[in-house]
């Protein structure tokens, strides 16, 4: 079966590599971007899913989304943030923008697999990696 290939964006170098890792291990393609700039600039074709920082320089998460989203398919997107959001508005925003998930940093590794698996509609995900 062919890996789901999954486009990571944030501005952290070493959050990017951390991330990374975890999703290669748990076997997916990753790809890494600085910044939303860039992930439009290389395009998302073949994506099973996104990983957005919500703060990033330039444009943030949100736009890159919205961006994504005037040129179809966007694939589905994952939030993440290491913003207070005691109200719960930013969550309520990347939700309401379509995002699958809204991960708060610092996150547990189980819990962005599972919604990458989610997002990129792996059947059985849990008892593959279970059984």
Not at 16 to 35: E, N, P, Q, Y
Not at 53 to 64: A, K, S, Y
Request: with cysteine.
């Amino acid at each position: 079966m062919e890996k789901k290939l999954v486009m990571v964006v944030d501005d952290h170098p070493s959050l990017c590599v951390a991330v990374g890792r975890l999703l290669t291990a748990a076997g997916f393609a990753v790809k890494t971007f600085a910044s939303g700039d860039d992930l439009l600039r290389h395009g998302v074709d073949g994506a099973g899913c996104l990983v957005l920082d919500l703060v990033l320089p330039g444009m943030n998460g949100l736009e890159v989304q919205q961006h994504l989203r005037m040129r179809p398919p966007c694939p589905p997107v994952i939030f993440y943030t290491g913003c207070e959001d005691p109200d719960g508005r930013m969550r309520a925003l990347a939700l309401g923008a379509g995002a699958l998930a809204f991960l708060r940093k610092p996150f547990d590794g189980e819990e962005l697999l599972d919604a990458v698996a989610k997002a990129c509609a792996i059947p059985g995900w849990k008892r593959k990696r279970e059984g």
